[in-house]
């Protein structure tokens, strides 16, 4: 099922995965602090519930976080821009997003632990996790 379908759905695949505009949903890995796409298979079947913790508004697009239903260790975001899904990550261990904020062309999603996972040039694959971040500083 593709990436608009589910959220438009609600829901999403309970795998570490990712969606750019173009290509298939895919499992990627944490590394230090980015991500590496991987060639591992999505579990189809696996899907959960998405609750929806922050949206945010910039000029014509949408982005949105929150939080897997299924555990309260995942959590979700997503841009959407002319009501299609351009992209969306999903980790189950990133604990809920919970806030969103835009810096100098980079969107920043803001985890319950604190952490800031910051798409620079707003392309989810120049992301980059900064745990090192304090919720007081965001």
Known sequence: ?????????????????????????????IVDN?????????D???????????VLTVDTCRYVCGEGIVHSSSGFFYKEQDNK?????FCKTSDPFV???EQNNNIIFLSQ???KWEVHNDEIE????N???TKGDF
């Open 1 to 29: 099922m593709g990436a608009s379908k589910l959220i438009g759905d609600g829901c999403f695949y309970y795998e570490n995965c990712i969606f750019s505009e173009g290509d298939a949903i895919i499992q990627f890995k």
């Open 34 to 42: 980015h991500i590496e796409k991987t060639d591992q298979p999505i």
């Open 44 to 54: 189809e079947e696996d899907i959960t519930d998405l609750g929806v913790n922050f």
């Open 85 to 89: 899904i351009k992209w969306v990550l």
């Open 99 to 101: 806030s969103i904020s």
């Open 113 to 115: 632990s604190g952490e």
């Open 126 to 129: 120049n992301l980059k996790i």
């Open 131 to 133: 745990r090192e971040f």
